[in-house]
């Protein structure tokens, strides 16, 4: 039985390791299927599908959106755009580019605010040390954190997470996202596959509010759930497959790999991924729709 990664994190949103480095590894452990999916970004797809067709690896260019939910709360929608044109995709004046952009701005706005609020809690932080740790990288909260644990300031990202920049904690601040519908129609216009990203944190009161909300976005385009993700407890990951089974959707899976935690993924040893069995209808339907073999199109 094979292993796969269909949700990674590179150093083009807020990863440690660059889409090249991340295909070679997950190459050199020999993944069926894999993909990178940066937070609001597709500024690393062209490198990694060049780099996984050099390799003959199965790849699926992707993303990973945050977006309000119609319901209330937010959430994160992943959007797998097998056999795209990649140049399409990137295009600045595309409706997808145009999208991220707007997201982008208002993560730009939002971390200099954060960076505000930690100054008030007494950590002498600044926007400069962010940038810093943040190199190329679009920046996020995870190079906040990672400069509070560097200056000795909190002992660990999971601690500030946990004590400050997680939703409604101390120095959270929200941002623009874009509407779930909207995310659905965008991804779904450039010929891609929304997915629920790892239903697990979405703030519902239990399983029926959760199939409820899955209903409405199916109404609206939605292909498939994240159901094989770390901690995603067995009775939530049997429920998704009901739901998927029901609303006849695609069930994907990955490890949500940044390089935080993790130096590298344990793709080499089993820790990380997902059984290919599992996720295979998934990776069909990518290959119909990419004609996509061993990182090639036909």
Not at 40 to 64: C, M, N, W
Request: proline fraction near 4%; charge should be negative.
């Amino acid at each position: 039985m094979g292993l796969c990664d269909f949700h990674t994190h590179s150093t083009a949103s807020d990863g440690r390791l660059t889409p090249i480095e991340l295909v070679d590894e997950a190459a050199r452990c020999g993944l069926d299927g894999f993909a990178i999916s940066d937070h609001d970004t597709l500024a690393g797809i062209e490198k990694a599908a060049a780099r996984s067709s050099e390799l003959g690896l199965f790849y699926v260019p992707a993303v990973e959106l945050s977006v309000d939910l119609h319901t209330g709360g937010s959430a994160h929608l992943l959007g797998y755009f097998p056999g795209a044109d990649l140049s399409v995709l990137c295009d600045a004046s595309s409706e997808i580019q145009k999208a991220l952009q707007y997201v982008v701005d208002g993560r730009n706005t939002r971390n200099p605010a954060i960076i505000h609020r930690f100054r008030e809690l007494g950590f002498e932080i600044t926007m400069e040390d962010v940038m810093a740790e943040a190199g190329d990288a679009i920046v996020g909260r995870p190079h906040i954190a990672a400069v509070l644990v560097k200056k000795g300031l909190v002992g660990s990202s999971d601690e500030v997470f946990n004590r400050y920049l997680g939703s409604g904690k101390p120095a959270y601040v929200e941002r623009k996202r874009l509407g779930d519908y909207r995310a659905i129609e965008i991804i779904r216009q450039a010929g891609g596959l929304p997915v629920l990203a790892h239903p697990k944190y979405i703030q519902v009161e239990g399983f029926r509010e959760l199939g409820a909300l899955v209903s409405s976005l199916v109404d609206s385009g939605l292909a498939g759930l994240e159901a094989y993700y770390p901690e995603q407890a067995g009775a939530l990951v049997s429920f998704l497959e009901d739901v998927a089974k029901k609303h006849r959707l695609l069930l994907t899976g990955g490890s949500d790999f940044h390089g935080i935690k993790h130096p590298v993924p344990g793709w080499c040893d089993g820790s990380f991924g997902v059984d290919t069995d599992k996720v295979i209808n998934f990776m069909n339907e990518c290959t119909a729709r990419g004609r996509i073999t061993n990182g090639k199109t036909e």
